[in-house]
């Protein structure tokens, strides 16, 4: 059985001292967690929060990566930096990222493999927006970035891969994916998965819903059979919002550590 993985994107919010005050609410709260939990803070925090979390049941994630180790790329950071400031776990291909910095498929496709090829866990965010949705292209958004991203990645890699499915319209609105619908496009996901890599390695990828999770729709949605945990934006700056997903999650899913 896969274990939900519950990931927080804080996107560009907390300082240091605000990312300390975050966690100390946070940490006491999700201790013996049968959930992953993993927090995605900026740049700046990333060691902080690092050494904030050791020992604890939380990892530490990024929202980006670079694909070189290094060289002259200004403002990028490479896997190693982010596998030495602590981090487990990379957000790539974010639609923000695709909106407002130009991310490509191509793009998002090299950092997973960077990140993948040093250890990191990626994971992948794809998802329609509004006018997809509703010109009825959903699933096509979805295996062409899915596609693009899992390029050259083989099938040992891809056991490693999170891929969450984000549907553009439900990140920061308020408005989430029925989770009908959400199981629907992660279940798709899965199929796809498994025509590239094969049934087995499908099976074992985590496949996670993102888009206004809050504490109110997270039963419901990790009910879903396909459904693995959840990307949180909004909810995951809250301490209480974010554990409280946490168990609701662990409750659904029926996930049982041995
Ligand atoms: C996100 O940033 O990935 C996200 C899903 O945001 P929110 O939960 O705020 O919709």
């Known amino acids: ?84 400031a602590g981090c487990s776990h990379v957000i790539i291909g974010h639609s923000e990222r695709r909106q407002y910095f130009g991310e490509t498929d191509l793009n998002v496709n090299r950092k997973a493999k960077a990140a993948l090829q040093h250890g990191l866990v990626p994971i992948i965010c794809v998802g ?30 891809a056991e490693a891969v999170v891929v969450a499915y984000e549907p553009v319209w439900a990140i920061g609105t308020g408005r989430s994916a029925s989770a009908a619908d959400a199981q629907e496009v992660i279940a798709y996901i899965r199929e796809l998965l498994s025509g590239r890599f094969g049934k087995q390695v499908a099976a074992k990828v985590r496949i996670l819903y993102g888009g206004s999770v809050k504490p109110e729709n997270t039963a419901e949605l990790m009910a879903k059979p396909d459904i693995d945990g959840a990307l949180v934006g909004g909810a995951s700056l809250d301490a209480s919002s974010f554990a409280s997903i946490i168990k609701l999650a662990e409750a659904a899913c029926g996930y049982q550590s041995n």
């Open 1 to 84: 059985m896969r274990r939900p993985l519950i990931a927080g994107n804080w996107k560009m919010h907390n300082t240091i001292n605000e990312a300390r005050a975050l966690l100390t609410a946070l940490l006491p709260q999700v201790r013996g967690s049968r959930c992953q939990v993993v927090v995605c803070p900026p740049f700046t925090c990333l060691a902080a929060v690092a050494e904030l979390c050791a020992g604890s049941e939380v990892g530490v994630g990024a929202q980006d990566v670079f694909w070189e180790e290094k060289g002259a790329f200004t403002g990028e950071i490479s896997p190693p930096m982010l596998k030495e």
């Open 128 to 157: 329609e927006t509004l006018e997809e949705r509703e010109a009825g292209v959903t699933k096509e958004i979805c295996r062409r970035q899915l596609e693009g991203a899992l390029q050259g990645v083989t099938a040992a890699q």
